[in-house]
C-alpha cells in the first residue's frame, strides 16, 4: 500500500514538474514573440509619405495627413508649429519697397493697426532662421527663379523682391499687357526672378477684365497645358508652381476639343462633374509634364491657401476684420480647402515617387496650415486707398481676405523657402 501511495506523489511530482516546464516555456516563448514583434514594427521598411500632419483639431479625421514628419530622418517638420510675437518687426516698411502693388499696400492704403505685422512662424520642433537676403542671391548666382500660378503667386514674389532688395534691387527686364507675368534681373548676381501667370495651369479661356468681373463662362481644356509657362519652363533652375482658388469659378471643361463636363454652370446639357474632377487633371497633367522634363529644376509644390471671409464671400459681404493670429485648434479648415488639399497631396505623392526615380527634386511647400492660422494678415477693406474717406464707416465695402498685406504673414514664405533650399 505504502508502494502505491509513493509510486501516486511521486507520478504527482513528476506531472506537476512537466506543467512547470511547460508553463515556463509558454511564458519564454510569447516573450520572445513579443519581443520580436516589436523590433520587427520598429524596425521593418514602412513607406512613409512625404505629406504633413496636421492637428485633428484644425483638420477633420478623414483628412490623409497622417504622418508627422518631425519624426522623420531626425528632421522637424517646417510647416507645423505656431504663430510666435516677433518684436523686431519685418524686413522692409511700405515705404522703403518699391514692389508692392496697391491692393496690398495696407499702410499707405489707411489701416490703423500694426500688431499683425510682429508675428514670425515657429516651427515646433526647431528653429526657422530669418530669411538671408545675401545668402539666398548668393545661391541664386546664375540661376533663374519662377513662380507660376494666381495672383498668390505674385504676392509671394512681391514679398521676395521687397526682401531682396535690402541686398540688391531687382531690375524689371519683361512684363505682359497687364503686368500680370514680369521678369526681374539682377546683374550683380546674374540671375533672374519671374512670376508666371497661368491661374489654371492648363489652357483656359478667360472671359474676365482685371477686376474680376466675367462676361461668359471660363473654358478648360483639361488635357492641354498652359503654353504661357511650358514654353519658358525649360529656362528655369528653380521653379515654385501652385493651383488654387481659380478651379472654384464656374466653368466648362473640355478634353480632345469636346465638352466632358462643367462645374457650377447650370446647363442642362452638359453633366455637373465638380471642380475636384478638374482640379485632379489639371496637377496631374502639369506634375508628369514637370517629372518627365528634360530640364530637372529644383521644384517646389505649394498647396492651397485658405481665405479667411467671415459671413459670406468676397462678392456677398463677407469680411475679414481679426486683428491677431488663430491657435491651434481654434480654427477649422473649410472643406472646400480640405478637397483641394487632400487633390494635391494625392498628385504630389504620385509624382514624388517618379521624381525620385528620374534625378528631379520636388519638395512640397506646405504653407496651407500656417496661413490658415493668420485671419488678421489679409488687406481686408484696405485693398483700396481709404475706403472709408468721406463715407459713414457702416458703408459695405468690398473686402480682400484672399491675399496678404505686405508686409505681412507671406513674409515668413521665404523663410521656409530658403530653409527648404538649404536643407536640401
Known amino acids: 500500500m505504502k508502494a502505491v501511495i509513493s509510486n501516486n506523489v511521486n507520478y504527482k511530482k513528476q506531472l506537476s514538474a512537466v506543467f512547470v516546464k511547460f508553463a515556463v516555456c509558454f511564458l519564454l516563448m510569447g516573450l520572445a514573440y513579443r519581443l520580436f514583434f516589436s523590433t520587427f514594427v520598429q524596425f521593418s521598411h514602412v513607406e ?35 504663430w510666435v510675437p516677433d518684436p523686431t518687426g519685418p524686413f522692409y516698411t511700405n515705404r522703403t519697397c518699391y514692389s508692392i502693388e496697391a491692393h496690398q499696400n495696407c499702410m499707405r492704403n489707411g489701416r490703423p493697426d500694426t500688431n499683425y ?39 509671394h514674389v512681391q514679398s521676395l523682391l521687397c526682401i531682396l532688395s535690402q541686398e540688391e534691387k531687382g531690375e524689371e527686364v519683361y512684363h505682359d499687357k497687364q503686368y500680370k507675368s514680369r521678369r526681374w534681373y539682377f546683374p550683380t548676381h546674374d540671375s533672374t526672378l519671374s512670376v508666371v501667370w497661368s491661374p489654371f495651369l492648363v489652357k483656359a479661356i478667360i472671359f474676365e477684365d482685371n477686376n474680376g468681373v466675367s462676361t461668359d463662362t471660363v473654358q478648360l481644356h483639361l488635357d492641354k497645358l498652359d503654353d ?13 508652381i501652385a493651383g488654387g482658388k481659380w478651379y472654384l469659378k464656374t466653368a466648362v471643361y473640355y478634353e480632345k476639343n469636346k465638352i466632358v463636363g462643367c462645374h457650377n454652370c447650370a446647363r442642362k446639357n452638359i453633366p455637373e ?3 475636384e474632377y478638374a482640379y485632379r487633371k489639371a496637377l496631374n497633367l502639369t ?4 517629372t518627365r522634363s528634360k530640364n530637372k529644376a529644383c521644384t517646389f509644390f505649394r498647396t492651397t491657401t485658405p481665405d479667411h471671409f467671415e459671413n459670406g464671400e468676397w462678392n456677398t459681404g463677407g469680411y475679414c476684420n481679426r486683428t491677431g493670429p488663430f491657435k491651434e485648434g481654434e480654427v477649422d479648415i473649410r472643406d ?15 509624382a514624388l515617387r517618379i521624381s525620385s526615380e528620374v534625378g528631379l527634386t520636388l519638395k512640397l511647400f ?18 483700396q486707398f481709404q475706403p472709408f474717406a468721406g463715407k459713414n464707416r457702416q458703408t459695405k465695402v468690398q473686402n480682400d481676405c484672399l491675399h496678404w498685406c505686405l508686409p505681412g504673414p507671406i513674409d515668413s514664405w521665404n523663410d521656409l523657402m530658403m530653409e527648404t533650399l538649404v536643407s536640401s
Open 48 to 82: 512613409v509619405s512625404n505629406t504633413a500632419f496636421v492637428p485633428e483639431k484644425t483638420l477633420p479625421k478623414s483628412s490623409n495627413l497622417t504622418m508627422d514628419r518631425s519624426s522623420q530622418n531626425g528632421k522637424c517638420d517646417l510647416y507645423i508649429g505656431e
Open 117 to 155: 505685422l510682429y508675428w514670425r512662424w515657429k516651427p515646433r520642433d526647431c528653429e526657422l532662421p530669418k530669411f538671408n537676403p545675401k545668402r539666398f542671391l548668393d545661391m541664386m548666382r546664375h540661376k533663374s527663379l519662377a513662380f507660376i500660378g494666381d495672383s498668390i503667386m505674385r504676392n
Open 228 to 240: 504661357v509657362w511650358t514654353r519658358q519652363f525649360d529656362n528655369f533652375d528653380y521653379a515654385v
Open 273 to 275: 462633374v465638380g471642380f
Open 287 to 290: 506634375l508628369k509634364y514637370i
Open 336 to 350: 472646400i480647402d480640405e478637397e483641394m488639399r487632400e487633390i494635391e497631396l494625392d498628385e504630389f505623392e504620385r
Open 366 to 383: 506646405d504653407t496651407t496650415f500656417l496661413s490658415l492660422l493668420r485671419p488678421d494678415g489679409h488687406p481686408g477693406v484696405y485693398r
